[in-house]
């Protein structure tokens, strides 16, 4: 079995004071793929301790730092990382990073931690920089496919796909995050084969959600979006056992604005 577990973690070092290490050591996945990990590669590693193989695109170059960051931590080694998405402009975004993982039955398994642009409809190009990256995460995604490995991309896709995906759909059908051109490419993956795992253990909803404000009663009145997803190739996907939200009992056992998204997998 191959737990996996994918969370916006909102910047380590507030996410450790806050009682990450409890849960990760209660959940022990053997993939722990993270996102907004907003620090340094020693830093990250002085957290996990060193028990964890780590690929870690680190924040920074293209005026991110401080607020991205990706990374994957298997207990398992890793034997190829890479960061390359389309455009040249993406290189140093940390928002990407693939990792090589081998299997028990000698297959390999790509995991990808993926961070994308939150975009903002009233500013047009903010949003194109957002579509672009989709773009390229599309092709990549079919490149990597292509040769016959699982592969699984996990993270915070800042896009809920359908109305049973956010508590006030309604309000927020001109945001970003639930604009129709970001809900089509949601539609292209799936319709390529892709498997939304959220959604097809979660039920028909309205939610599961993953991400609530901070501020006021959104988390208490569970007003939130899923915005956070595990995505996994067909062939991975049939594998797959469950896949569920790790919501916080109460508000204050937060240690994150997401809540982790974790899956178990035969293989």
């Known amino acids: 079995m191959l737990r996996v577990a994918t969370a916006n973690v909102n910047g380590i070092?507030?996410?450790?004071?806050?009682?990450?290490?409890?849960?990760?050591?209660?959940?022990?996945?053997?993939?722990l793929?993270?996102?907004?990990?907003?620090?340094?590669?020693?830093?990250?590693?002085?957290?996990?301790?060193?028990?964890?193989?780590?690929?870690?695109a680190e924040p920074g170059t293209d005026?991110?730092?401080?607020?991205?960051?990706?990374?994957?931590?298997?207990?398992r080694p890793i034997k190829a990382e890479r960061c390359e998405v389309g455009p040249e402009r993406f290189l140093g975004c940390g928002r990407w990073i693939e990792a090589d993982v081998v299997l028990?039955?000698?297959?390999?398994?790509?995991?990808?931690?993926?961070?994308?642009h939150t975009g903002e409809a009233e500013t047009?190009?903010?949003?194109?920089?957002?579509?672009?990256?989709?773009?390229?995460?599309?092709?990549?995604?079919?490149?990597?496919?292509?040769?016959?490995?699982?592969?699984?991309?996990?993270?915070?896709?800042?896009?809920?796909?359908?109305e049973e995906d956010l508590k006030?759909?309604?309000?927020?059908?001109?945001?970003?995050?639930?604009?129709?051109?970001?809900?089509a490419w949601l539609d292209r993956l799936f319709a390529a084969g892709w498997v939304d795992l959220g959604r097809r253990f979660g039920g028909d909803g309205p939610g599961p959600y993953s991400w609530w404000s901070w501020r006021g009663k959104a988390f208490d009145n569970d007003a939130g979006w899923r915005i956070d997803y595990q995505i996994a190739s067909p062939e991975l996907a049939e594998k797959a056992d469950d896949?569920?939200?790790?919501?916080?009992?109460?508000?204050?056992?937060?240690?994150?604005?997401?809540?982790?998204?974790?899956?178990?997998?035969?293989?």
């Open 63 to 75: 005026g991110s730092k401080g607020r991205a960051g990706v990374a994957v931590a298997s207990r």
């Open 168 to 183: 006030a759909w309604k309000a927020n059908r001109k945001k970003s995050g639930f604009l129709p051109d970001e809900r």
């Open 13 to 31: 070092r507030a996410a450790y004071r806050r009682g990450m290490a409890d849960w990760l050591t209660a959940t022990d996945p053997d993939l």
């Open 124 to 162: 047009p190009p903010k949003q194109e920089e957002k579509y672009a990256f989709l773009d390229a995460m599309m092709v990549r995604l079919t490149e990597l496919r292509a040769d016959g490995r699982h592969v699984l991309m996990c993270g915070d896709l800042n896009i809920a796909h359908r």
């Open 243 to 267: 896949c569920a939200v790790h919501r916080a009992p109460t508000y204050a056992e937060r240690w994150s604005d997401h809540a982790p998204v974790v899956a178990t997998y035969q293989v």
């Open 104 to 116: 028990d039955d000698g297959s390999t398994l790509t995991a990808v931690s993926v961070y994308v």
């Open 33 to 56: 793929l993270m996102q907004e990990v907003r620090a340094s590669d020693e830093i990250l590693r002085d957290h996990l301790g060193g028990d964890w193989f780590i690929a870690h």
